[in-house]
């Protein structure tokens, strides 16, 4: 059975750092691409980022809105997935969830996602 | 970036009807759209990828259709479980991004 479970989600000062981390089980980490999406609170879901596969060498696309302060990667050994997340500001507040994209038809689509976990960005 | 309007952005409706969520694209996707369902304090479900492809173990009164800009959603029958909020995402091409969401109460 598939499982992804987030957790790291805290309470961090504007500025401030932290990393999140989603542990995969269930599947073959390696093989597959993962995503981040976040949710603010009431709000919609925004795609934050996406790492590829070990044969694609993990790269990894971003959402302009977090380009250069957050970066992804994931640890096959420990079948895990990460963000590490910096100068964090209010507008990062939201509740991030992990997804396992799978190849289907040549292209990778999400078909797992993870419980979420909780950032709050205030002083 | 391409944007993706969904419409209505709530729906009220009863057991029993039919209901059609409607997601449009800014550009042409192809059929690089998937949509999910969300529960009040859940993650999401994946329900169709590839525009048009039943997720492995989602009813089939779920069916989804469309290409290019237009692409629909389409509950044959809303059951009691379906009550929750609809959201269609594009994976033509970087930064992927999702519709606004479609609340389905009853």
């Known amino acids: 059975e598939v499982q992804l479970v987030a957790s790291g989600g805290d309470l961090v000062q504007p500025g401030g750092s932290l990393r999140l981390s989603c542990a995969a089980s269930?599947?073959?980490?390696?093989?597959?691409?993962m995503h981040w999406v976040r949710q603010a609170p009431g709000k919609g879901l925004e795609w934050v980022g996406r790492?590829?596969?070990?044969?694609?060498?993990?790269?990894?696309e971003y959402a302009a809105s977090v380009k250069g302060r957050f970066i992804i990667s994931g640890d096959e050994s420990k079948n895990s997935l990460y963000v590490q997340m910096n100068s964090l500001k209010t507008e990062d507040t939201a509740v991030y969830y992990c997804?396992?994209?799978?190849?289907?038809?040549?292209?990778?689509?999400?078909?797992?996602w993870g419980q979420g976990t909780l950032v709050t960005v205030s002083s | 970036d391409i944007q993706l309007t969904q419409s209505p952005s709530f729906l009220s409706a009863s057991v029993g009807d039919r209901v059609t969520i409607t997601c449009r694209a800014s550009q042409g996707i192809s059929y690089y759209l998937a949509w999910y369902q969300q529960k009040s304090g859940k993650a999401p479900k994946v329900l169709i990828y590839a525009a048009s492809t039943l997720q492995s173990g989602v009813p089939s009164r779920f069916s989804g259709s469309g290409s290019g800009t237009e692409f629909t959603l389409t509950i044959s029958s809303l059951q009691p479980e379906d009550f929750a909020t609809y959201f269609c995402?594009?994976?033509?091409?970087?930064?992927?991004?999702f519709g606004g969401g479609t609340k389905v109460e009853i």
């Open positions: 269930g599947f073959t980490f390696s093989d597959h691409y």
């Open positions: 997804a396992r994209a799978a190849r289907y038809g040549g292209t990778y689509w999400v078909d797992y």
């Open positions: 790492i590829k596969n070990k044969a694609e060498s993990y790269t990894t």
């Open positions: 995402q594009q994976f033509n091409s970087f930064p992927l991004t």
